[in-house]
T-cell receptor, first 114, second 111 residues
Framework: DVKVTQSSRYLVKRTGEKVFLECVQD?????MFWYRQDPGLGLRLIYF???????EKGDIPEGYSVSREKKERFSLILESASTNQTSMYLC?????????????FGPGTRLTVT | GNSVTQMEGPVTLSEEAFLTINCTYT??????LFWYVQYPGEGLQLLLK?????DKGSNKGFEATYRKETTSFHLEKGSVQVSDSAVYFC??????????FGPGTSLSVIP
């Protein structure tokens, strides 16, 4: 059974803290993605990676960075958390084989910044 | 650019009612089309997909047909259940990496 796991389901952090969100996939996928999901705004792409040590900015990269040191792991970093980064964060992965291949999602991390 | 438009809802139906969620798209080339579902408190999961014109995707009683002439991929189910209550996302993909998602449609099914 294919799986994308995220390190925490719920996280509460203080303003200014450095926050790490971890994502691991076991499908040997080339592509990995970080989204945030907010009511009324749908899914917005923060960053994605198509290979180890490669990253591309998505639609809303400001205030975030990412790291991909191993193929199976993709980390999202909030360098200095702010209250407007309170959101649901979703990680996903997909293969690079075909346009018709779908994305597989983790369960999400609900981050609250106080 | 590429985009997906879908009815935002919320949609409320009684159990056993017929469901249609409209989805239209704008894309260059020949996209693959998807419906994802998100149950409460969970991530998204693929519901069905179609990779070329006139293909019909189906799963769990849901169906959608890839209509190139109307650039549509409407989701239908003949008889919804309470367990179908979720948010439904239409999406397209024209390359090997990124997916373009619609805004999502919230569905509530009442007994």
């Amino acid at each position: 059974d294919v799986k994308v796991t995220q390190s925490s389901r719920y996280l509460v952090k203080r303003t200014g803290e450095k926050v790490f969100l971890e994502c691991v996939q076991d499908m040997d996928h080339e592509n990995m993605f970080w989204y945030r999901q907010d009511p009324g705004l749908g899914l917005r792409l923060i960053y994605f990676s198509y290979d180890v040590k490669m990253k591309e900015k998505g639609d809303i990269p400001e205030g975030y960075s990412v790291s991909r040191e191993k193929k199976e792991r993709f980390s999202l970093i909030l360098e200095s958390a702010s209250t407007n980064q309170t959101s649901m964060y979703l990680c996903a992965s997909s293969s690079f084989r075909a346009v018709g291949d779908e994305q597989y999602f983790g369960p999400g991390t609900r981050l609250t910044v106080t | 650019g590429n985009s997906v438009t879908q009815m935002e809802g919320p949609v409320t139906l009684s159990e056993e009612a017929f469901l249609t969620i409209n989805c239209t798209y704008t894309a260059t080339g020949y996209p693959s089309l998807f419906w994802y579902v998100q149950y409460p408190g969970e991530g998204l999961q693929l519901l069905l997909k179609a990779t070329k014109a006139d293909d019909k995707g189906s799963n769990k009683g849901f169906e959608a047909t890839y209509r190139k002439e109307t650039t549509s991929f409407h989701l239908e189910k003949g008889s919804v259940q309470v367990s179908d209550s979720a948010v439904y996302f239409c999406a397209l993909k024209t390359s090997y990496d990124k997916v373009i998602f619609g805004p999502g449609t919230s569905l509530s099914v009442i007994p």
